[in-house]
């Protein structure tokens, strides 16, 4: 069943009309439950759910009229029923599975609907893999609205992409059934700056009546801020403060507050909330990043209500947060996110709301996961050959293409190094004295060496930098072909033929990510599709993202989730330092600026 062909409300009014009346019997009742209304913010012991065609028909103390003898009856046995939850904002690649594996490991948590961003195939297939990502989203048995990606590349003139996203792709991604709305608009000084190519895309989107998606990752809240606001983006998660929650807000747009496998931005913003007392209704939870080992082993919307109510916010609020003022955000209010007459019948049995355990879900009407098993089939869309072939690299790689030279005559150089953040996005810009041998610059200490390699043209170039904050010890190389939003590959290492190994076995595998310690392979993980995402069942996925995280762990690195910090280092859109194909960016003024300072 597809969004497609799920009855719509008017087709399907007859039949609740009959079953809220007593005329005709429910396809299931769920009886005796705690009614969770988002609407009013109530609990309500005592009701029942009455169900016909998917959807809701009444919500009633009693419905034991529309009970006949083919009635699927729940007893709820005095637990919690609070709606299916909606993650307001998330990219399915970053779990390394295609959307039909990210769904079957997110059911079990209680998520019936995902507001999805696929950006990151769009960098490396364009349009075409849109449409393949779109269309497995909509063969799947829970809600996957597709927002059209916005900015490939992210940042033009920044980094090269293997496609390009055009104003003409947006308009035609409009009219595909899916569809709910623009992307994350990332290019945030383009839209200051009145860009004629994201004005266009904005424009089309606002004219299909769509949602355009935000993305202002800086902390400039004065003029360039009332720029984006005024060119149209509805919304933003990249806030990591309570002013900029607040900002955000006051301006009319909806503040989406983040938790994901490396974003830890919930607790730092929903004091605009619990303390400052701001009306929730314009705030949203999301998890915009999470890779498989923590949506199998913690969770997905479940653990970021439970972690806001763990932050101090009232578990109803929490919930409206996760539920209702998503789909309202999103046009959807009369069709999602809560538990009323005509919605589509997403519904979860919890026998407590602040520790939230997913006792039994049921979407479209269905029981789709019991006590944390997904019951139903998540159909796998056919993907092609060439989605399965994007790794180009020109040539195999020796350790000479991870040389960084220094000038001549230079014993120690100055370098502008990457400053890794744990459980934040953005980067510090500092700068190291590092030493020189044999001409070379050598990463020493807390100092690693990072590499971008090209790898959608096959032009066989490198870019070479460093990085900081990792702590890897011993000689090691880390290379993974996630790599935002440009998705070439990034190597980080300590010693060049660790990272020429990696590298090539990357190409080799159709890339993943594979960590080596002294020529050896300590974890791999495939990802054969665009480099990104495994058809592979969740589980098996998430035991060789284990593998791999704890690889990182035996090189040295304690950081949290240290992998989403290394899958971002080319994210060319979030402050302040990051590497791309064309050289080292200054984010905070989109600049290319040398990795080594010039001699005095």
């Known amino acids: 069943m597809t969004h497609a062909s799920f009855p719509s409300w008017p087709d399907s009014a007859a039949e609740l009309i009959a079953v809220a009346t007593h005329r005709r019997p429910a396809d299931m009742v769920i009886k005796g439950g705690k009614w969770v209304n988002v609407h009013s913010r109530e609990v309500l012991d005592g009701y029942d759910i009455a169900i016909v065609a998917g959807r809701i028909a009444c919500v009633v103390p009693d419905a034991s009229a529309q009970i006949g ?17 909606c993650d307001g904002h998330m990219h399915i690649e970053s779990g390394m599975l295609t959307p039909a594996e990210f769904a079957r490991a997110v ?10 961003d696929p950006h990151e195939i769009a960098n490396v297939l364009g349009l075409e893999g849109v449409r393949m990502m779109h269309d497995e989203a909509l063969m799947q048995p829970v809600n996957i609205f597709t927002q059209m990606p916005s900015c490939a590349p992210s940042a033009p003139g920044m980094e090269t992409t293997g496609f390009e996203i055009t104003a003409e792709d947006v308009a035609e991604a409009m009219t595909w059934p899916g569809i709910i709305g623009l992307g994350e608009m990332m290019n945030f000084p383009g839209v200051s700056n009145a860009d004629p190519k994201m004005l266009a895309e904005i424009a089309a989107t606002q004219r299909a009546g769509k949602i355009v998606g935000g993305h202002y990752a800086s902390p400039d809240l004065g003029p360039a801020f009332a720029g984006y606001v005024a060119g149209g983006p509805a919304d933003d998660h990249e806030g990591t403060c309570e002013a900029d929650a607040v900002a955000r807000v006051r301006q009319g747009m909806r503040a989406m507050l983040r938790l994901g496998s490396a974003w830890y931005d919930v607790e730092s913003q929903i004091t605009a909330i619990t303390e400052k007392g701001l009306d929730p209704r314009s705030f949203i939870l999301c998890t915009d990043d999470c890779h498989s080992g923590t949506l199998v082993n913690e969770g997905h919307m479940n653990r970021v209500v439970r972690h806001a109510i763990a932050c101090g916010c009232d578990p109803l ?187 090539n076995r990357l190409g080799e595998v159709g890339g993943g990510i594979v960590i080596y310690r002294d020529g050896q392979e300590l974890a791999l993980v495939e990802l054969p599709i665009a480099g990104l995402m495994s058809d592979s069942p969740a589980a098996e996925v998430a035991a060789k993202a284990d593998a791999m995280m704890q690889a990182m762990r035996t090189c040295g690195c304690t950081l949290n989730n240290a992998y989403m910090q290394h899958s971002l280092l080319a994210l060319v859109v979030i402050p302040e330092l990051r590497i791309s194909d064309l050289g080292l960016v200054d984010v905070r003024t989109f600049e290319f600026i040398p990795v080594i300072e010039p001699l005095a």
């Open 69 to 85: 003898p083919e009635t699927q009856v729940i007893e709820a046995g005095g637990r919690y029923m609070i709606p299916g939850l």
């Open 107 to 116: 059911i079990p948590h209680g998520t019936t609907s995902m507001f999805t």
């Open 317 to 503: 609020i929490a919930l409206q947060m996760a539920t209702i003022n998503t789909a309202t955000h999103f046009g959807l209010e009369r069709e999602i996110g809560s538990l009323t007459p005509g919605r589509r019948a997403d519904v979860i049995l919890t026998s407590d709301l602040a520790t939230l355990p997913i006792e039994v879900v049921i979407a479209r009407g269905k029981v789709v996961a019991q006590n944390g098993t997904c019951l139903v089939d998540c159909p796998h869309y056919d993907w092609p050959v060439q989605a399965r072939q994007t790794v180009h690299m020109g040539k195999t790689l020796t350790a000479g293409d991870f040389v960084i030279d220094a000038p001549r005559g230079a014993n120690a150089v100055t370098a502008n190094v990457i400053g890794v953040v744990e459980n934040q996005a953005p980067t510090k810009a500092l700068k190291f004295e590092l030493p020189v041998t044999e001409g070379r610059v050598q990463a020493t200490g807390e100092v690693a060496q990072i590499a971008l390699v090209e790898r959608h043209r096959a032009t066989g170039h490198v870019t070479n930098a460093f990085v900081s904050g990792f702590g890897y010890e011993g000689p090691m190389a880390m290379a993974s072909t996630v790599a935002h939003d440009s998705h070439h590959m990034i190597v980080v290492g300590t010693d060049a033929d660790n990272m020429a190994l990696a590298a």
